[in-house]
């Protein structure tokens, strides 16, 4: 598994002020909290940010250090605090937000509204890969202008920004902020500390600002002038030149470089200086309004595990692009998965599902295709859940086709039809409710399991995609029940779809013997492709752990996506369309948002305050489709002892729609090369007729569909909660729990697959 790291920021906007009548303006810090979001994993908190005084739009520089990976999901909660003291700081609110979710939005940044008031908002950029050192910085002002007025002078403090290459650039963002030196035209500063990768990604080139503002209490600092220079600017200024500060085209005095060295730099790669380069001049320049208060940033912790750091690192400038066959000359360095996501590439999936007749009769339970009428899912609802809510994030339209094969329609066997009444369905919400729907449908389950008319399809749609939008790329997610049946033609259809900007991910569903799948793995080696685009997995070995599944499947989606626009020379682009104003803020979310309470330590450290139902994330297949929501601790969950051993009782067959009947009136399928639609209407259209949408199992001679095909009506959303099985209990076995909202006794199957001591998911 790929893994990269990440950096979180923070700021916020229009807070409510929560200090009291009389007592001025908040003083806003935030805690991260990492919360649990599978079995054994336990809510721990990162770090905090600094305090910024008198301010209700704060703007961090701490930052946060996370491992990012496509398969795995990373949330957190931030709780925004005004400090008065340990035990009497006041909650401003709090959000929860999901890594992968953030560094799939627009611009890296997601906004949310918090429930007293004003919007949190946070952004990820992918951490330097390496370490380029500590910038030692000492300045110095020189007759500084005065803008404090008459009979005051001002309090100097400086702050050194950034601009960023990715989504959002051009903007300028704090990365370290001073103590501001009381009534002095002419400041000395103290020593600055400064993380070089932080500051400019260990380019010595790129550009920075140095800022100068008069301290204000009530935290709306006055300009005193800006200017703009690079570390190598700095370097070769120390102790030989100075800049001009201007406030627009006004010289508001002198900025002397006292010290300025690197330090703890890596030798075999650390950033270098160039004596040739010099610092550009002074640019003329307005200060944006600051909400600074005098607080570094934290220092950068050696773990492994998410720390607290200090500020963000970006997605570099990777160049122009190219769409030629062949690598572009010279080439920068190779991008990672993060600088494409972060560059304006957009994920597509699709979904193609097997509805051959060895799935069984889905009126019957323990069949692949039946529907409990309790909230559990089958295994194709799992899969479609687990990994859809993964690759969803990163879909900038969240619409997806869905595809079936093996079934008959109109006596023909249709190896790719249209699942659902529409091209593409909205949502993974769409994804299960076009699934549920086909069977209300006059489709009769049959076989053999074909895959090649899906593969060729998804390939052609990926082709077509990029050539509007080159940085587009197309992931198939195949699920099936059982081994292809004709492996020379899948290979063909594989090594045919090796050029396309497209990876398959093929799952499999129940216990059928998956050996012939085999060929499947490093075929691209064997079959002399220049790239791997395909992945099996068997689902039965991930069924009670859906992070498991989406790690498992996922896990080579970033070096073929990588690997397939470098080797030609597509490279990340900035969106330079990307501003602040298009981010779209979220509404808080009462089930998730949840302020945690936490305990101050005597040595400092901030620690969560026992177990909370808000730090425990609903991850289960069943809970991430009803959106983001948190569930209580493991421990609280109470398991009653064990009853006698014994198989859970079948359910009642459903009296549904039997698939497996032949449809009577169903105009002949017609037969097209981009799979059969279902859905439209047989007249009109001439035998062989190319579409992109499918067989319609819902047309009519006349256009109109049947009665039969109506909306699937949706089912409540079941409360999702995890028990812990008992000691002297096995899989098979029934035990009673308590539901933990309403108390009520329920009794309950335990899964097979569930360890001793394991911990599995009841929806009721």
Known sequence: MTKERLLLTLHASQLKNVAGLGKGTSDPFAIVTLLATGPGETPRVLGKTEVIKNTLSPNWTTAFLFDYELGKETHINVSVIDEVRKKSDKPMGSAVFEIGDVLGSRGSTKAKKLKMGGTLYARVQKAAPRNAGKLALRLRGIKLKNVEGMFK????????????????????TPVYRSQHVKDNLDPKWGPATIDVNALCDGDLDRRLQVAIFDHEGDGRHDSMGVFETTVNGLLKAAGASTFTSKKGSKSMGMIAVDECKI??????????????????????????????????????????????????????QF??????????????RKPTFVDYISGKCDLNMCVAIDFTGSNGD??????????????????????????????????????FPVYGFGAKYGGVVRHCFQVGQQQEVQGVKGILDAYKGVFKTPLVMSGPTVFTEVISLAAARARSRQ?????????????????????????????????????????GIGNADFGAMQFLDDFEKRSNLNRDIVQFVQFGAHEY???????????????QLVNFFYSRGIMPQPDDNFSTSKIVVEDYNEDADIDLTIDYQDDGEIVLN??????????SYEGTLGGLSVMPPPSTAGVAPAMAASTAPGMAASQGYNPYAAASGTAPGMAVSQGYNPYAAASGMAPGMATSQGYNQYGTASGA??????????APQPFTFQVQLPPGVSPGMQIQVAHPKTGQPLVVAVPQGVPPGGVFSVAA
């Open 263 to 316: 330090t703890g730099a890596d030798t075999s790669t650390s950033a270098t200086v160039n004596p040739a380069s010099s610092a550009p001049a002074a640019t003329a320049s307005s200060a944006p309004a600051a909400t600074a208060s005098s607080a570094p940033a934290a220092t950068a912790s050696a773990a492994a595990d998410p720390s607290v750091v200090p500020v963000p690192v970006p997605v570099g």
């Open 362 to 399: 889905p009126r019957r339970p323990g069949t692949l295709h039946h529907f409990s009428h309790n909230g559990q899912m089958n295994g194709y609802e799992k899969a479609i859940t687990g990994v859809g809510s993964i690759l969803a994030k990163y879909d900038s339209d969240q619409r």
């Open 319 to 332: 160049g122009s692009m190219s769409l030629g066959g062949g690598p572009a000359a010279s080439p920068p």
């Open 610 to 619: 026992a177990d909370q139902p808000g730090a425990y994330i609903n991850n």
């Open 545 to 559: 752990n859906k992070t498991s599944l989406t790690r498992a499947t996922l896990e080579e989606i970033p070096d």
């Open 705 to 714: 569909a049947p009665a039969m095909a109506v909306p699937v009506p949706s």
């Open 467 to 507: 050539e509007v939008h080159p940085l587009s790329y197309t992931i198939l997610l195949l699920l099936t029940d059982g081994a292809v049946t004709d492996v020379p033609s899948t290979k063909q259809a594989l090594a045919s779809a090796a050029d396309a900007p497209l990876s398959i991910v093929i799952v």
């Open 153 to 172: 002078k001002s309090d100097p403090f400086f702050e050194v920004r950034r601009t960023y290459d990715g989504p959002g650039g051009g903007s300028w």
